[in-house]
C-alpha cells in the first residue's frame, strides 16, 4: 500500500515543487519495482530519499547506489536518471540551494540519520505556501541545518565513456559471480592483457580489480536489503565464502554486512 500522502503511478508534474515560493517542497511517489526515470534536471537543488527499495542514480559518469536510510543530493541543473532496484517509496525534495549556507556543494549519496528521515517524510505532507515563520516553516529550517552537516558516502561507481569497456561494465554488474578474469575480458575483447588493465583505467579511473570488488559490495545492498542470507548474498555475487565477503563489506562500509540495515533501523 503506499504510504499516506504518498503519489503512486506514473511520475507526476514537479514544476509546482520546483517554482514553489518556499525554501524546501517535497512530494512522495511509490514506484513498483524495476521503474526507471529518464535523464532530466531540476532548477532546484534535489535530495532523494527511499524509505524503501533500492535507488541506482545516474549522472554524469558515474552512478550512485542508493539504500534505505541513504539519500543522494543532487545540485542544481545535475542531469540525471534514476532506476528503482525492487519496488521503491521515494521521497524527493526541491531545495533553494540560496536558503542555508553549507549545503553540499557536489552531488553524491549523504547519510540520513533518523531526526532527518523524520524531517523529511514531514515536508512531503506540508503544503506549497507555508509561512516561514510556521511551525512548518522552523521544521525546515531544522531539515536545512541537518543538510549542511551531513557526512559524504562511498556509494559512486564510477562509469566509463568508452563503449567497449562501458560493456565490460554492464556485464560485471549483470552477472557479479562470473569468475571472468581481467585476462578473459581482453581476449574476449582482441587485445592484450596489459592494453585492457590500461584501456579500464584511463576509462573508469579505477584498476579493473577494485573496480569489480565495488561493484559488487555496492550492488550487493539491494540482497541485503530484501533479506536474504548473508552467506547466499557472498555467493551472488562471486564471493567463495562468507568470510572473505564480510571481510571486503567491513573494509568498505565499516561495518559487516549483517550489521548494516540493523544498525539504521535499530
Not at 528503482?84 to 540551494?97: H, T
Not at 573496480?211 to 557472498?234: I, K, M, N
Request: proline content about 10%; charged content about 20%.
Amino acid at each position: 500500500m503506499p504510504a499516506p500522502g504518498a503519489v503512486s503511478g506514473p511520475v507526476p508534474d514537479l514544476s509546482p515543487y520546483e517554482t514553489a515560493s518556499v525554501p524546501v517542497a517535497g512530494i512522495a511517489v511509490d514506484y513498483p519495482a524495476g521503474s526507471r526515470i529518464p535523464p532530466h534536471r531540476h532548477g532546484r537543488a534535489q535530495l532523494l530519499y527511499a524509505v524503501k527499495g533500492v535507488l541506482t542514480v545516474m549522472a554524469g559518469n558515474g552512478r550512485w547506489i542508493v539504500p534505505p536510510h541513504r539519500g543522494v543530493w543532487l545540485c542544481a541543473g545535475a542531469e540525471h536518471a534514476v532506476e528503482m532496484r525492487g519496488a521503491a517509496q521515494m521521497r524527493s525534495l526541491f531545495i533553494d540551494p540560496r536558503a542555508v549556507a553549507d549545503l553540499p556543494a557536489e552531488n553524491g549519496v549523504i547519510s540520513i540519520s533518523p531526526l532527518l528521515r523524520e524531517l523529511i517524510v514531514a515536508a512531503t505532507r506540508l503544503p506549497l505556501d507555508y509561512r516561514p515563520d510556521s511551525r512548518a516553516g522552523r521544521l525546515m529550517h531544522c531539515l536545512l541545518d541537518e543538510l549542511a552537516a551531513v557526512p559524504r558516502l562511498p556509494f559512486y561507481l564510477p562509469w566509463p565513456n568508452d563503449p567497449r569497456i562501458a560493456g565490460v561494465c554492464t556485464m560485471l554488474i549483470e552477472a557479479p559471480d562470473a569468475p571472468a578474469t581481467a585476462e578473459a575480458w581482453a581476449r574476449q575483447l582482441a587485445t592484450s592483457s596489459k592494453t585492457f588493465h590500461r584501456r579500464f583505467l584511463d576509462a573508469t579511473g579505477v584498476p579493473f580489480g577494485r573496480w569489480r570488488q565495488h561493484a559488487r559490495l555496492l550492488h550487493s545492498l539491494e540482497d541485503l536489503a530484501q533479506g536474504l542470507p548473508v552467506l547466499e548474498v557472498a555467493f551472488r555475487h562471486g564471493y567463495d565464502n562468507q568470510s572473505a565477503y564480510a571481510a571486503a563489506f567491513k573494509r568498505q562500509f565499516g561495518m559487516p554486512p549483517s550489521r548494516f540495515y540493523r544498525t539504521e533501523t535499530a
